[in-house]
Every structure is written in structure tokens, then in C-alpha cells.
């Protein structure tokens, strides 16, 4: 198998003076206050497991808008990790303040609609305001990681319309119910999203775990999956701390649950697509 790389861990400093807390929508989540793993904790955990580089996701139930600590902490390790970033998108300094960043290694951006504190909204999706900064983006080919549901997907196919040259990439694969088994009916607006070849799609351990409830298997998911996007539009994400237990438990359950595909497709979930989202994790 070759390197091994995760495409969304969180980080949470302990030093709230240097870097407070400012969640966006006003709550932060509880796992962020509950489970605090700082980089050099995060690293020690890679290392347990295995796993040699990491595109960490800022963490925007704790920090908003402050990139400070996830983009600090990068520059520290630029051999090991690299930042992804959130921006306020629809504001017009969007692309000074993007382009600052990327002086400071930022390799990706996430836009936050929703979650585990607030439901999620589409608008912002589809808010003209936002469009210099996708411009932007896809000038530089610089990947954008969505945060929604299936509510959000006409939006994503939108923006995947408008900016082709955008690799966007869904968080948690938009969180489908696959729940109902073959042939997944439930889960069509997302296999709709293949015919799009910007988009990726991050496989957690939420679609993990739905995999193997009710009526879905992995050997009848995850095939299928392949089928339509190919196993170089799919990349793994720990989703840690956020998902409760160890990081190594974590990649181990996500081997297992993926062993149904080929070695060639488990390169690519597990490393290859995530050095190509991301050229600065490559060897």
C-alpha cells in the first residue's frame, strides 16, 4: 500500500488567548470542546497509524473565520500538512484575503453550511457575491470542500456548472441515506453528481458506518460508488477527533469496511487522490 494520507482531521488548540474561540453561527460544538487535539497531538496519533501526510480542515464550530491556529500550525510541519481554510466567500476583500493565505501555505478551501450546530443552508451556495472568489479558485485550481447535505446538491451542481475548473469536494459524501440497500434509490441525487468530473467525494467514517446499517453492505455500496465516480474521485477523511475514538482504530475500520474493492482503488482513496487534490502532499 502506498502512503497513507488523510484529508480531514481537526485540530484544537488548549492556548485560547493566542487563539479564542469564535464559532460560526454563535455555537460551538461539543466535540471540539470535549475532545482537544493539538497538532503535535495529531501528529503522534499519525504516527500510531500510519498515516504519513494530513490536509487538515479548520475547525469552524470553534474558530469561524480565524484561520490562525490551523494555518500556524501547517507552517510548522509543511512537510507533513497542510492547511484547508475557511473564508467568508460572499465578502469583496474574499480573494485579497485568499490570496494572503496562500502565501502561508494554504492548499484548499471549505465552505461550512451546516452541521452538527446549525442545519444546513444552501444559499450561500448559489450567492453571486461568492463567484470572485470561485474565479479565483479556479484560476489557481485550488480545491473548495463543501459541508451539506442532499438539500445542497442542486447548488454543488451549479457551482460544478459555472466553475468546472473548481475541484469541489463533498464532505462526508453529502451525507446520503443509503439505508434502503440496493440499488440505493434513496441515494440517486448523489449518483447524479458523477456525470460532473470536478467533484470528488470524501468518504468518512459516517458513510462507513451507514454502510453496513439496515439494508446497505459495503460489497454492494462502495463498488458502485467506484463504478460511477472511479477511485481517483474518492479520498479518505478521518473526520478526527470529531468521530470519538482513536485515530488508528479509525483507518483500521476504514480498511476494513473498504477491503470489498480492488489494491489499485484503495491506493487511490487512501493517498493517490488526496495528492492530487492537494499537490503539496505528494512525496
Not at 497513507?4 to 453561527?25: G, M
Not at 485579497?96 to 471549505?110: C, D, F, N, S, T
Not at 458523477?194 to 454492494?220: F, G, N, Q, V, W
Request: glycine letters at 6%.
Amino acid at each position: 500500500m502506498a502512503s497513507i494520507i488523510d484529508i480531514h482531521p481537526h485540530i484544537i488548540s488548549n492556548d485560547e488567548t493566542t487563539y479564542p474561540p469564535s464559532p460560526l453561527f454563535g455555537i460551538r460544538s461539543d466535540w471540539s470542546k470535549e475532545r482537544h487535539y493539538e497538532v503535535d497531538e495529531l501528529l503522534t496519533a499519525m504516527d500510531e497509524a500510519g498515516i504519513s501526510k494530513a490536509a487538515i480542515v479548520h475547525s469552524s464550530t470553534t474558530y469561524g473565520f480565524n484561520n490562525a491556529y490551523v494555518l500556524d500550525s501547517c507552517e510548522r510541519h509543511p512537510a507533513r500538512l497542510l492547511a484547508v481554510g475557511s473564508v467568508d466567500i460572499i465578502q469583496p476583500d474574499a480573494p485579497a484575503i485568499i490570496r494572503e493565505y496562500l502565501k502561508r501555505g494554504l492548499g484548499g478551501l471549505r465552505l461550512f453550511t451546516g452541521g452538527s450546530t446549525k442545519a444546513f443552508d444552501p444559499r450561500e451556495l448559489e450567492d453571486p457575491r461568492a463567484y470572485p472568489a470561485w474565479e479565483l479558485c479556479a484560476e489557481l485550481s485550488l480545491p473548495m470542500c463543501i459541508q451539506t447535505g442532499q438539500v445542497g446538491l442542486p447548488q454543488v451542481t451549479a457551482l460544478a456548472k459555472r466553475f468546472p475548473n473548481v475541484p469541489i469536494i463533498l464532505d462526508h459524501l453529502a451525507r446520503p441515506d443509503i439505508t434502503d440497500g440496493p440499488p440505493y434509490q434513496a441515494a440517486a441525487s448523489l449518483f447524479a453528481l458523477a456525470d460532473h468530473s470536478s467533484i470528488y467525494l470524501k468518504l468518512s467514517p459516517r458513510i462507513m458506518a451507514d454502510s453496513k446499517t439496515a439494508a446497505a453492505t459495503p460489497e454492494t455500496f462502495f463498488p458502485r460508488l467506484v463504478s460511477l465516480f472511479g477511485a481517483s474521485r474518492l479520498a479518505w477523511g478521518s473526520n478526527f477527533p470529531t468521530t470519538p475514538g482513536s485515530l488508528k482504530d479509525n483507518l483500521a475500520n476504514a480498511q476494513a469496511t473498504l477491503s470489498v474493492l480492488s489494491t489499485s482503488d484503495r491506493e487511490w482513496i487512501f493517498g493517490k487522490t488526496a495528492q492530487f487534490l492537494y499537490p503539496a502532499l505528494r512525496d
